[in-house]
């Protein structure tokens, strides 16, 4: 086939492909469009839903099921500070001493274990250390200063 409307010419070497032979195709087209549909609308309502945690949405994607909270996802770190109302520093600060009056401990485990805001305890460790009332160990854990 051949057309020379213009001064450029294309020829076509193969037969143009017609509704018979591009039908055979369409639903697998149509298919994948669909998939590819509802991966995206998965990606946004995993992004957009905040009040269950990542993980188990992740994991519940997957097929699994009875899993627990990770606890280190935004939404599990979100909910721990909502969670935790703000206590006054002498509060916290005499939990840190009460805590580590039994063991050494690293800011992690203080964290975990003494139910206050994540960024209020670390606010009460920066104070403590500041005025030598705990000292950090060369194992990075923080032990009283006078034990
Ligand atoms: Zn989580």
Redesign the pocket.
Known sequence: MQISKTDAQVTFLEPREDDKSINRITHIINQQNELKHKQVSDVLKYISNNSV????QLLTYFGEKNIK?????????ERKNKKKPTADFKTIKNAIITKLEETDCSSRTLTETLDFAETDIHNAIKLLLEHQIITITHTNTYKLSHL
């Open positions: 945690c990542k993980s188990i909270d990770c606890g280190i996802c935004s939404v599990c770190i």
